[in-house]
DNA sequence: GCGCAAAAGTTGACCAAGTCAACCATTTAT
DNA sequence: ATAAATGGTTGACTTGGTCAACTTTTGCGC
């Protein structure tokens, strides 16, 4: 039986309290720019997904999975994956798309399935958002020298591997 | 100049995505609870000054120094700390003090300053969500042995430090 | 004392994020 | 053929949170 966690508790207590806030002041960027965290979120999943063999299972999915028509993620993907309501997806998509930054082609074996791809402005605006993330992460850490840096390297894979072994009803691969 | 950044930056943004979605599992627990995180906060933030003597400057602040009166945090200390706007903060205590977990009284020497104070109740409350907050902390780190365990204490706090050694306009303490 | 600026708080209007339930179209299964 | 599931859309609604205007109290210069 595990001993005194109530230290390492305590201690997950306060360092969840400062990197809140921390995130609060990186997503600050992000609230400026034109986009919404999630929006960016979705821009990411979009662009993270270039190309996705159609999962459905079925002739039209075989087709797919032999011939590899249908790429890209289609809308229900992205809800999936960022736990979003289709209501509010549908939405974001819809702004994306008044933006130009993204194109809806109906899928070749399912036309009710809307396959997404990034539009070149599309990849531009989120290569703008990441940029300004990088920007801010970048001086964050400025003050840290090449030792530390490395160090804290080390430190957050080593903590997002010992977090990420917890039981497998928390565990959500991720990256 | 600081060599590859580029590394601990791409470091930070993976377990920045993987952060968040564990506080958002953990936040699940205080949502499905009757009060938001936000109120959450507020109410940690009113059970931690337990006591404060008014700082205001002038003869009341004297006072209040000298006799130690006017103790507890007014609304604006919450707002400040929490970086709250004011009229949301009202709701929130409104909402509080209908639910009887804090009590107002008006300043000894600042009559529109009103003075705040968990109830019981209040701090009933705040101790059940401090206790389903732990035993999801416990319940999260259960798969470790006591050496991981204290591996990541020290690594939680190291990381704290050294991503709080940054630049002076980032910095802000907590605990 | 008077007048004025600042602080503390309240109120009402408002907005954006997000949810819910109903609904249509398509596709798969029986 | 028909039922059921999938993918998506729409509209109504709730909620978290912001903004601006206003009141009251306090502090300060005169």
Redesign the interface.
Known sequence: M??N?S???S?????????????G??DETLTHSAYTLIEARVLFELARRPGHIASSPGKAGFLARVFQIDFGPAASNIAGELQLDPAYITRILRKFSAAGLIEARAGRDASHRRVLSLTMRGHAALAALQDA??RD??????????E??????D??????H??????AS?R?E??
């Open positions: 595990p001993a966690r230290a390492l508790v201690d997950l207590r306060c360092f969840n309290r400062f990197y809140t806030g921390l995130i002041l990186l993330a990088d992460l970048t001086r964050l850490t400025a003050g840290l020298d090449d530390e840096a490395a160090e804290l390297s430190i957050l894979v080593r903590a997002r010992l977090l990420s072994g917890a039981p928390e959500r991720r990256a």
